[in-house]
Structures are given as C-alpha cells and as structure tokens.
C-alpha cells in the first residue's frame, strides 16, 4: 500500500537551470516532513535534468521524472497523476518557498478544506513587494463569496502557485489544466474557485515569485502574443460555458463572472497591429463581450462606455 503524503509538491521544468537549484534547494529544507516532490523534466535541453536528479539522489522527498516536451499544463497535470498527497501544490521551477511553508501551511489543513489560498511576494532584481488580499484567515469561505470578494477589492488571484488544493475535490472535479495554450491558470482557477464548498485564506507570505524577463509572461515575439491573446479568448468562451451552466450559481455572480473574463479579454486589444485588432475586435462584438462589461458604479458606467466610443 502506497503511504499518503500530506502535500504533493508539483515542479514542471523546462530549461531552468539558472533557477532550477534554489528552488529544489528551499523545498528539501523545509522543517517540516510529510510531503513529497515531484518534479517533472519537460524535455529540458539544458542541465536542469541533471539538476533535478542529483537531488532525487540525495533526498528521498524528491521524485524526478522525464517526459516529452509538451508544455508547462501537460507537464503540471501529468505530475497531478503521480501525486499522492491530500494536498496539491504547484511551485514553478524558478521560484521558490521559504523553509517553513508547509510546516505553516499545514496548520490551515484541519477543516480540510477544497482550497487553501495563502499569499506572496514579487521577486524583482532590485526589490521585493509583498502581495496580500488582506481576507478574513480565520473565516472558512465558500467559493462564490470568496470570488466576489476578491473580484470586488481587485486582488489578483489567478496564479496556481499560490495555492493548495485538496486532491480529492481537485480529482473529484476533473480539473485540468488546458494544454496548448498560454494563459492556463486563468483559464482554471476561477473555476476552481468559484466551485469549491469551502475556502480558507492564510495571512501568511509563503511564496516567492521571481520576476524574469525572459520568462513566458514577458515574451516579445508579435506572433507569441498574438497567440496570447487567442488564447484568452478561447479561454473566455470555455468559462463563460462552465459558469453560465452552472444553476447553483447566483445571478449576481454570474453577472460579475462575465465582467471580469470581459475585462481581461478587452485588455488584451492594444497588444495586436491594426490588422489583428480590427479582426480580433469583431470576434469581441460577435460574443457580444463589450455588453457584458458591469455598470453598476459611475466609474464602471464610464469605463463601458469608454470602450463602447474606442471600439466602436
């Protein structure tokens, strides 16, 4: 019989070795035991698999696997098949945690709740800012009044990495991380918020998330984020289907659900040429998004009809 560990440590990697040991390197000093890392080679053609095994040499908390490239979600939901942790983490391959996270983490597992939400910090070559929701830790919430908190107050909250999730709610569900496409934890842990009975939100600073510039979010080839900004269309008809579907969602949720993915899709308008906004905006009018975007306040009156006058 396989033991169960409390938490699964996910790792994709994929040419990282510049990063690759101080993120290891904080995962096997944990003061804390019961917990296993999984760490996945995504095809990497630098030294980060020769990293990665040295490690799972010497510690036997670090499981290392190889597989073909096909992408950070693949690689992230192939590590979710080998994990057998109660709890989900997912830690990307250049950042890392401090030495007592999970032993502080751990405290917020008693309720057993869906999701443990917990905050971070932004890692930038000259400074460090704190991120932090500043919500209630000592309330269990339910998905739909976290996310119109969270949406309401503007705090960012769609980065896998800042999150533990209860496997069996996580398996229960069928949640998986889209393959092919960028933009994959918006495009899931809305979701995965929105449906989850029961939430609990740590005050604690566990994360440290490295801001490089030559990582995925920061690419500047014109047909990369051309396929970006797809990407997130594709993404909003998806979680339009799934949350409009849903009857044990409330109107008012619904409603701000369809503002928010609204938002981020508008956003991305600028970053195309003129060509590709003319077309990318006609498939916006098409799904009839510019609609959807909430006017209950003055200034959110003002922003649609910003939009509607540029876009016209």
Not at 7 to 29: G, H, M, Q, R, T
Not at 120 to 126: A, C, E, G, S, V
Not at 281 to 295: H, M, T, V
Request: charged letters at 30%; glycine letters at 2%; a neutral charge.
């Amino acid at each position: 019989m396989i033991a169960v560990k409390k938490f699964s440590i996910i790792v994709p990697v994929y040419n990282v070795e510049a990063y690759l040991d101080k993120c290891l390197s904080s995962l096997v000093k944990q003061n804390y035991n019961d917990y296993e890392v999984i760490v996945v080679n995504d095809g990497s053609t630098d030294k980060s698999r020769e990293i990665m095994k040295k490690y799972e040499k010497e510690y036997m908390c670090i499981k290392a696997f190889d597989k073909e490239n096909t992408g950070v979600s693949d690689t992230r939901n192939y590590g979710i098949t080998l994990a057998r942790g109660e709890y989900l983490v997912f830690i990307d391959s250049d950042d890392y945690v401090d030495n007592d996270f999970l032993l502080n983490l751990e405290k917020y597992t008693c309720e057993k709740p869906d999701i443990i939400k917990y905050q971070y910090k932004l890692i930038y070559n000259d400074h460090v800012e704190v991120m932090n929701d500043n919500i209630n830790s000592t309330k269990i919430y339910d998905g739909e009044t976290l996310f119109k908190e969270l949406t309401y107050n503007k705090k960012p909250y769609d980065l896998a990495c800042i999150y533990a999730f209860n496997k069996k709610y996580f398996d229960n569900n069928n949640f998986k991380f889209e393959i092919n496409c960028y933009h994959e934890d918006f495009a899931l842990i809305p979701i995965t918020i929105l449906k989850a009975h029961s939430i609990v939100c740590a005050s604690d600073v566990f994360y440290n998330y490295v801001q490089r510039n030559n990582s995925i979010m920061h690419m500047n080839s014109y047909e990369k984020n051309k396929k970006r900004v797809y990407d997130m269309l594709h993404h909003f008809d998806n979680m339009y289907k799934i949350i409009n579907k849903d009857n044990k969602l409330s109107e008012e949720t619904k409603e701000l659900f369809n503002s928010y993915i609204s938002n981020a899709v508008i956003c991305r308008i600028d970053i195309l040429n003129n060509d590709d906004k003319k077309d990318y905006i006609k498939d916006l009018k098409k799904r009839r998004i510019f609609d959807l975007i909430q006017s209950k306040t003055f200034g959110q009156k003002l922003k649609k009809i910003y939009y509607k006058i540029k876009y016209k």
